[in-house]
């Protein structure tokens, strides 16, 4: 029998770069430089994502084509079977599918490891995952987060349907947050997905949150499909949890490593900060946002002479005018 492959998946492009070298440093730091990790394309923009990574055998941007179509075509067939969805995309794009570049993270369910890691390209990992990993032979999906907390990002919380599909001890325990999960190849089978399907045309389409399309979706089909959902932040005792957002700012930094209440945090994200801010911050602007210097770390771990160096008081992240942001994306 052949030995069960393990490793971390992640989406990116060259748009964010910076982010991505950032959370492969931090997976080398914790995991070993030899951990493998995938990098699922979000585009065919990953020229400079591919030039970037090409002295690091452990990793590797996804290439068969066939199992991202396969993919895509899951998604496209879900979505398509929810009107009212499409009808709020037309309004904010002439797209068909709305950022649809997300959904390539599925590919991971047909990727090259038994057992992996999601983790996306705006996280740093900062603890060793073989306990998520080894969870897994007792359940199908191990998250850590609180996005239980907020179902209005998940599904249509006005939908009166919502609460007759799911229960609400379900929709308070087995909602999560796409952007970090364990699980493994294989997991949603083509039965599972027709199922899905089915229901979704049978009318439920109407619980589906259509502006986190990949959240909205993973969500459906795991709790759907009744997988046995864990996530530590409901099942560990309250004195040992962490949260793992950016938006938390009392985290104590202690070395390299981030502390909630003395507690080790096992990853960080970054959510809610836009890609830009990282360029604009590694092309020398002296842009400040919480956690900053973690980042830096890792960005530059393995190239601290690129590390750009700052003078005087930085400027918040959020206070760029309107102006400012239009042309800092023109002149990229």
Known sequence: MSEMTVGICTLANDRVLDQVIALINSIGEVMGPEFPICIFPYDDQCDRLAAAIHDRPNVQIFQDQS??????NQAKRMWDACPDVKARWAEVTTDSYYRF??????????????????????????????PII??????????????????NHVFNHKSEKLFEVFSTNRIEREIFC??????KRGTFTEEQLNHCLHYLQSGEHDIMYGMSVDQSLLNYWAMRSNLAIYNYALEL??????????????????GHQLFDRGNPLTYLHYIGL????????????NVDFPYRDLFLHYRYLHDPSSRPSFSGKPRPYNSRSLTERILSKLRR
């Open 101 to 130: 570049g997300t959904h390539r993270r599925l590919g991971a369910f047909s990727g090259p490891f038994d057992r992996f890691l999601y983790m996306d390209a705006d996280t740093l990992l900062l603890q060793d995952i073989t």
């Open 274 to 285: 836009s890609s830009s801010l990282f360029a604009d911050l590694c092309a020398g602007e």
């Open 134 to 151: 080894e969870k897994l032979e007792s359940h199908d999906w191990i998250v850590y987060d609180f996005q239980h907390r907020d179902i």
């Open 67 to 72: 199992v991202m179509d396969y993919w895509d």
């Open 237 to 254: 005792p309250s004195s040992e949890s962490t949260g793992c957002c950016v938006t938390s700012d009392h985290f104590e930094r202690r």
């Open 178 to 183: 796409s952007g970090f999960f364990a699980a």
